[in-house]
């Protein structure tokens, strides 16, 4: 089944995405869209699967509870600033 959604772009983020479209050869920016979302979703899974380790990690050989949830959200844009440039 097929749900229809609005979305709201500004000017320059249409430009964007049609731009995309078409350099990465889609066939429309909605197939572009498309595409992303499992990338977004991998992404997000990700981020909670460090920062799970991270967790189970600082379980196992406690320090400073600060210390390690800076380490664990350092990591996670580390990724997802990787994840973007794929």
Known sequence: MATRITVELSDDELR???????????ASPA?????????????????????EAYRN???ARPQESELGEAGAELFAQIVEEGSQRR
Request: hydrophobic share 45%; proline share 3%.
């Open 16 to 26: 964007a995405l049609e731009e995309v479209s078409r350099e990465r050869g889609f």
């Open 57 to 59: 990690a600082y379980q």
């Open 31 to 51: 197939d572009a869209l498309r595409a992303g979302i499992p990338r977004v979703a991998r992404a997000t899974a990700e981020r909670e699967a460090i920062a």
